[in-house]
């Protein structure tokens, strides 16, 4: 018998029953993220002002925050956002983009992560400030590497807030506090398309919409089938530009029987 919570299973569970997505996003990962979401097999729904962002989290099968472009109103809409999935049940994910950069930034996360996201997911730079550590990142990059502190410091923010924890990078790392597993893939072209990052954290919120009881191996197959596409395109591409593309078309061609045999996942 195959094992229902593998990616490859997830995957398919996705596309024979699409998930409805709210992406607060920022205006740069709009598109792109709406796009990835669409190839995957999901319906990207980028509702993000006040007014209404609350009452959409209703109807949407998962939550994405991230605070790439943030304002005093698209906070307001995050925090009714996040309030509005809480009070029903649903599934949100958390992506705290430069959260160390300015004190509006941090405030910003602390009163997210103070509603208890689901998922939190980041890069190593990212995971290790909002663990209380010292990162070694500039603006949206990170300056450090995943495994070592940036591991260590996902763990304690696990079992702080109750959360997934992914931390991104040239070889993933998830937790749930206990369970941890890396990911590897990708490719090192990767960080020169602006807002994949967004993208796969959008990503994570449709897994998660798939099976929202088992937040960690949702956030895991998100993880392992942007890894394997990412792999895909860099083989073909002949520099970020088609990358770009490529990613897109690498997504709508996977299925699930080749994401789980070429998956490249192990325990931590």
Same mark, same amino acid.
């Given at each position: 018998?195959?094992?229902?919570?593998?990616?490859?299973?997830?995957?398919? =569970?996705?596309?024979e029953?699409?998930?409805?997505?709210?992406?607060?996003?920022?205006?740069?990962?709009?598109?792109?993220?709406?796009?990835?979401?669409?190839?995957?097999?999901?319906?990207? =729904?980028?509702?993000?002002?006040e007014?209404?962002?609350g009452?959409?989290?209703?109807?949407?099968?998962?939550?994405?925050?991230?605070?790439?472009?943030?304002?005093?109103?698209?906070?307001?809409?995050?925090?009714?956002?996040?309030?509005?999935?809480?009070?029903?049940?649903?599934?949100?994910?958390?992506?705290?983009? =430069?959260?160390y950069?300015?004190?509006?930034?941090?405030?910003?996360?602390?009163?997210?992560?103070?509603l208890?996201?689901?998922?939190?997911?980041?890069?190593?730079?990212?995971?290790?400030?909002?663990?209380?550590?010292?990162?070694?990142?500039?603006?949206?990059?990170?300056?450090?590497?995943?495994?070592?502190?940036?591991?260590?410091?996902?763990?304690? @923010?696990?079992?702080?807030?109750?959360?997934?924890?992914?931390? !991104?990078?040239?070889?993933?790392?998830?937790?749930?506090?206990?369970?941890?597993?890396r990911?590897?893939?990708?490719?090192?072209?990767?960080?020169?398309? !602006?807002?994949?990052?967004?993208? @796969?954290?959008?990503?994570?919120? #449709?897994f998660?919409?798939?099976?929202?009881?088992?937040?960690?191996?949702?956030?895991?197959?998100?993880?392992?089938?942007?890894?394997?596409?990412?792999?895909?395109?860099a083989?073909?591409?002949?520099?970020?530009?088609?990358f770009?593309? +490529?990613? @897109?078309?690498?997504? #709508?061609?996977?299925?699930?029987?080749?994401?789980?045999? +070429?998956?490249?996942? +192990?325990?931590?």
């Open positions: 018998m195959p094992d229902q919570t593998s990616p490859g299973t997830l995957l398919t =569970a996705l596309r029953r699409p998930p409805l997505v709210q992406c607060i996003t920022n205006f740069v990962a709009m598109n792109i993220a709406a796009n990835v979401l669409l190839a995957t097999g999901a319906s990207p =729904a980028m509702v993000h002002a007014e209404e962002a009452e959409f989290a209703g109807i949407a099968g998962a939550l994405t925050v991230n605070i790439g472009t943030l304002s005093a109103s698209w906070l307001r809409g995050m925090q009714a956002a996040a309030t509005a999935a809480n009070d029903i049940g649903k599934p949100w994910v958390l992506d705290p983009v =430069a959260h950069a300015t004190a509006f930034r941090r405030e910003a996360t602390e009163a997210l992560l103070a208890g996201p689901t998922v939190i997911r980041g890069n190593a730079s990212e995971i290790i400030a909002l663990a209380g550590g010292t990162g070694r990142g500039q603006g949206v990059d990170s300056g450090d590497a995943v495994d070592g502190h940036a591991e260590a410091a996902a763990r304690l @923010l696990a079992r702080t807030h109750g959360s997934v924890v992914a931390v !991104t990078g040239a070889v993933d790392f998830v937790t749930d506090g206990d369970s941890a597993v990911i590897e893939g990708g490719s090192p072209l990767m960080p020169q398309v !602006t807002a994949l990052g967004c993208s @796969l954290t959008c990503l994570v919120g #449709a998660v919409a798939v099976r929202p009881d088992l937040p960690l191996e949702a956030t895991v197959a998100a993880l392992a089938t942007f890894a394997v596409v990412g792999e895909d395109a083989h073909r591409a002949e520099g970020p530009g088609s770009s593309w +490529r990613l @897109l078309d690498a997504l #709508a061609a996977l299925d699930g029987p080749a994401l789980d045999d +070429r998956a490249r996942i +192990r325990m931590a």
